[in-house]
């Protein structure tokens, strides 16, 4: 069963309104790495430890190379976490928005078939062949 245009366009102005409550946000990840220290005498050096640490690392791309900026527990942590979050729930919600929109022309594209404004012909999806060598 399809949904109607309306209940569509009003997922579509919720998501929006979602969207205009995103704060700070930015683009990256935030690992959390253990470090060994490389002394032989240190307990870190024994198989079945990780390591020192935790410490976190947060990685983004900034005009094709790899920035990354080495942090430990505190309110930046959080802050670029919760930043981390907000770009992630924005994308997420643009993705949910462009779907619900895909489904909002399709269906317009139904009923202006079904009202008679656009011929059966004029909208047809195609697939082109490559040619083969």
Not at 11 to 34: C, F, H, K, N, W
Not at 108 to 130: H, Q
Request: hydrophobic share 30%; charged share 30%.
């Amino acid at each position: 069963m399809t949904q109607s245009i309306d209940s569509l366009e009003a997922q579509r102005s919720r998501l929006l309104s979602e969207l205009a409550q995103i704060g700070d946000m930015r683009p990256g990840s935030i690992t959390e790495v253990y470090r060994r220290c490389g002394k032989k005498s240190c307990w870190c050096a024994q198989t079945d430890q990780p390591g020192h640490g935790p410490f976190y690392a947060f990685t983004r791309k900034v005009h094709g190379k790899t920035q990354t900026v080495q942090l430990r527990p505190g309110l930046l942590l959080s802050k670029l976490q919760a930043e981390v979050q907000a770009y992630r729930d924005f994308r997420q919600r643009c993705e949910e928005i462009v779907a619900l929109s895909e489904k909002i022309c399709q269906a317009r594209l139904v009923e202006g078939r079904e009202r008679g404004e656009l011929k059966e012909n004029s909208y047809r999806l195609s697939r082109k062949r490559r040619a083969r060598k």
